[in-house]
């Protein structure tokens, strides 16, 4: 493949990256900031895969790197808050308590 040839996966990576007006070392300067960790759930990659760039959808601008779950939530909500509240509470109404997981970085989990 062309791409192996220019850099492998860094440079493919680097190509697709410009989409969002990044560079590799701008991301690679938003992991290191990130501590390697998703900006919601505060987890890391597997092994092998890389975060997701986040944007608003109207801007274009960057908000931070996600990982897959995450950034597959906002965009199933559409990044509208209200949806995810009712999604909140359509859980507890079934039974499942509202709890942070750990999430809460800096605070206790309840």
């Avoid at 791409?3 to 290191?32: F, S, V």
């Avoid at 990044?79 to 942070?100: C, F, K, N, Q, V």
Wanted: hydrophobic share 25%; aromatic share 8%; proline share 4%.
């Amino acid at each position: 493949m062309d791409y192996e040839r220019r850099g492998g996966k860094e440079y493919i990576y680097g190509h697709n990256l410009k989409r969002y007006g990044l560079t590799l070392e701008e991301y690679q300067d938003k992991l290191a900031t990130q501590e390697g960790r998703c900006a919601i759930c505060g987890d890391e990659p597997p092994e092998g895969k890389r975060l997701h760039v986040d944007h608003n959808h109207e801007t274009g601008a960057v908000r931070d790197l996600l990982c897959r779950w995450c950034n597959y939530a906002l965009g199933n909500v559409k990044d509208e808050p209200g949806r995810l509240l009712a999604m909140i509470s359509y859980l507890e109404r079934h039974g499942i308590p509202l709890t942070t997981g750990g999430l809460l970085r800096g605070g206790d989990a309840t």
